[in-house]
């Protein structure tokens, strides 16, 4: 099986363990709006392979975005931001993973490998 174009793993450094079940929407960008693209959580390791292939996902601006504050209120914490968005360019033939270290309140992203 072929790499995804995208997949993300969010880390909730507060607890030093994967972010499981946390909700993350993936949008794309067309003219001046956003379009809902896919909806889904994090697995068991706090991780998203999402199901595009090079061919469904085309070069463009997409954004990530993570309901953080749904996540921590099922952890009984409190947290500053009610989501996290993360928005980010795609060129053909690239792979993207783009990790998220996750606190109440702060995070840290980046792109991985």
Request: glycine residues 8%.
């Given at each position: 099986?072929?790499?995804?174009?995208?997949?993300?793993?969010?880390?909730?450094?507060?607890?030093?363990?994967p972010?499981?079940?946390?909700?993350?929407?993936?949008?794309?960008?067309?003219?001046?709006?956003?379009?809902?693209?896919?909806s889904?959580?994090?697995?068991?390791?706090?991780?998203?392979?999402?199901?595009?292939?090079?061919?469904?996902?085309?070069?463009?601006?997409?954004?990530?975005?993570?309901?953080?504050?749904?996540?921590?209120?099922?952890?009984?914490?409190?947290?500053?931001?009610?989501?996290?968005?993360?928005?980010?360019?795609?060129?053909?033939?690239?792979?993207?993973?783009i990790?998220?270290?996750?606190?109440?309140?702060?995070?840290?992203?980046?792109?991985?490998?």
């Open positions: 099986m072929s790499r995804p174009v995208l997949s993300t793993h969010v880390l909730d450094t507060t607890s030093g363990s972010a499981v079940g946390l909700f993350v929407d993936l949008y794309k960008q067309r003219d001046e709006s956003w379009t809902l693209w896919h889904t959580t994090t697995s068991g390791d706090g991780r998203v392979q999402f199901p595009f292939s090079q061919d469904s996902m085309a070069p463009g601006t997409y954004k990530l975005k993570f309901n953080v504050e749904d996540y921590f209120k099922k952890n009984d914490k409190a947290t500053l931001y009610p989501f996290v968005e993360i928005v980010f360019k795609v060129s053909e033939g690239a792979h993207y993973h990790p998220l270290l996750l606190s109440p309140y702060g995070y840290t992203t980046y792109r991985g490998s």
